[in-house]
Structure formats: structure tokens, C-alpha cells
């Protein structure tokens, strides 16, 4: 059961000291009860304390790793049924099929395209995620060759290996090391050798159920001998049972807190149909509908490229707006005489702005002021696009060693605040650029420093 800011506070020092970088114990309770900050962010708590919250505050569906450091990957760690409800968390990781009875010129053509296909999009690079590796013959030889060949070739590769064979399945993560691979997967059968492996490597476990029923059995199996990481595959082979599973299961976990189905799912458009587009669209329904690992027999850019769209358009946060750093961005290589404007951090703003001004080929500087992901007119609005920021950034920007002239151009939406601005920076000349990014081009074309 959550427990809420109320309960999570009566466990707290209650100093507001404020080494939390929240100044009040209330208000660290309640940013806990909400998934927006860990307990152990607060250096006052026992370990005890940090398990009971942790344990009980906890998402219903377990956030699973795989790999280590600084570009891991998770799946799971979700907390609702729908995105407008709070946000979901972590994006589904799509990942390409290697067996061992593929040529080898075949593997070779996969693991190129998984490492060649990168798009990016509004400053997000977007990526397939994992190479999942399949003992199809029963060969140890031939899947930890297969297995090294990944290693070796796909660095930001992630792995799920695939085999029912507990000492073919050791040996191919002992080459991971550091690595962590997903080992898939445990069944009613095998589930002992596998459980004992996943602990002695540190690797999460992933079951293999012939059906929802079986899945659950086997899961809570694995819960008795002591595992937490696990992700499920139902077994569901055909997209209604893999949509119909999906749904059960975070249904289940968000709803009824129930435990053997609270984990990320991973599924096989790849062993659905032989139809590469309707796999595709397969592959759409389950990154919708709550998939956690999707597996495609194939990456190619024109089918990979819509899926990295949807999944980066349901994993924003639509709470938070996307931004940019604010800076100076110089677009075309600008020098000292170069034009100045200004916009707002409202990521999508930038990319617009920014994107036109490369396409006038007129060498610019574009300063990004923090309207905390604002759009111009919303963030002047709301008071963080004003005359009194706007100048307090010019000044602390650095931009007035990199210029000779103090010409600075402001979005068109802007025009009301050209007196106000004027009286802040005195010695800048404040010109009113245009109001539609496409207008940029040709005004930038025919701008020169005021006299
Ligand atoms: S660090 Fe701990 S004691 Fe200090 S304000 Fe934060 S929660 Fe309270």
C-alpha cells in the first residue's frame, strides 16, 4: 500500500534543514509519496526507514536494468493506466532478433542497421535500444559466438538472451560481465537452474509462460526464491493475445497491486507474422499498450523510424514541457558582426527558430533564455520572458564580448516590451524581428547593424 506525505513525514527527522534541496520535511514527504524524489536523497533517514518507504513506495510495476552506468537500460517503473492520469515512465525498448541459425551475413546486416539507424529529433536521439540473441540450434558454441560477435560489434547495445538451456545461458553472460543482459527465459521446467544463474550474475530473469496463467505461477515461484528483477512474457504469440495479455497485467499491477504480473513485459512481434509492415503495426499496438521490450526480426529505417516517433510522443512527459539549455547558440559559424536574436527554451521554439536561421545561411548568434520550456507569448505572460530577465541574461551571457555592434533582434510577439527593454539595456539598439519563424530568412538577409 503507498503511503502518503503525511505517513512519510511522521518517519522524517522533521529539521527542515533543507540538505534534502527541499526546505521543508513536508514537502520532501510529499515530492516521496509522488515518485518525484527518492527517500535516500534525505542523509538523516536509517536504512529501516529507507526500506519500509522504499518498499512501500515503490511502482506497481518493478523498473527492471539492464546493463549498468550512465547509458542503462530500463523498462517497467510505471505507475498508471493512462498517460494523462500522471506520466509514463520509461520508454519501450525496441530491440532487433538474432538467432543462431541465421547466416552470417545476415546477423552482420542487423547488428550494421542497429548501429546505423540514429535520428534526431527536437535534441532527443532516437535509437533502437537492444540486441536480443536466440539459441534456436541448442549449440553453447554457436550462441556465445553469436553472443561475443554483439559484444564486440554493438557497443550501446543492450542484451536479452534467449535459451532454456541453463549452462548455455551461464556461459554467454559470463562473456556479458558488466553488461547485464536480460537471461530469458524461466519456465515450469527449468525455473530452479535459471532463478539460482540470475542471482549468482546479478541479472534480471526473464519467464516464459505458455499462457497468462502459467506466467503467474512461474512468477511467483520466483518471488519465493527470493527474486525481485523479472520480466514476463506471457507466451502470447499472436497480437490480440499479446494486446489482451499487456492489458491484464498492468490492469492487475496498477489496480490490484498484484505482484507476480508487476513487472515490464517483453514481447515478439517477430514470431507474430512473416508480414514486415504488419509487424510494424503490431509492434505500434504493443509500444501503445504497455509493452516494455518489443523485439522486431528487423530494424529498417522507413518502418523503425515511425515507432521511435510514437514511443518518443507517449513517453513525454506531458507535464513538462521540452527544453534547451540556455546559451548562446551559434548557427552558420557567426563572428563579430553577425546578428543577435533572442527566443525562448521552449525546445520546440529552438528547433524552428534555429532551423531557419541555418537555412538562411546568414552567420547568427541565438541566445536561449530559460522560460522554463515556454512558448514566447506564454512565457512573456507569465512574467519569465520579460524586459527585466531578457536583460539581466544579455548582460550575464557573454554575448557582448562576441559582437562589436549592440544590435539586439526579439521575437516579433514581443514588440510591446521594445521600450521597457530599451530603458534596461541602454546601450543595445532593440529591433522587433519577425513574428512567424518563417519570415526569418528574408529578414535576416536584409539586416544590417544599426548605425
Ligand atoms: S534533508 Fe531530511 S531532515 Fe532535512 S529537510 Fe530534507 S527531509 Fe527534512
Redesign the pocket.
Known sequence: MALTGIQILKM?????????G????LA??MKVAAGQIEIG?????SDEVKDTIGEASAPPIRTITLGSGDTAFKAGGETCLFRHEKRFENPTGLGVMLTTDMAAAEVDGRIERFNSIRIERVGVLMKADIIAVKDSKGDEGAFTSLVQKVLDKADDAKLVLISDNASTLAAAAKLCGERKPLLLGADSNNREALANLAKEQGCPLGVRGTNLDNTVEIAEQLLNDGLKDLVIDTGARTMKAAFEDNIAARRAAVKKKFKPLGFPTITFPCEMTDDPLMEVMIASVLVAKYAGIVILSDLQGDTLFPLLLERLNIFTDPQRPMVVKEDIYPVNGPGEDSPVLITCNFSLTYFIVSGEIEGSKVPSWLLIKDTEGLSVLTAWAAGKFGADLIAVFINKSGIADKVKHRELIIPGYLATIKGELEEELPDWTITIGPREAGHMPAFLKEWKPAA
Not at 522524517?12 to 534534502?20: A, R, V
Not at 527541499?22 to 520535511?25: G, N
Not at 536523497?41 to 533517514?45: H, L
Open positions: 522524517l527527522p522533521k529539521t527542515n534543514c533543507g540538505e534534502c527541499i526546505p521543508t520535511c520532501f514527504g536523497e534525505c542523509p538523516y533517514v
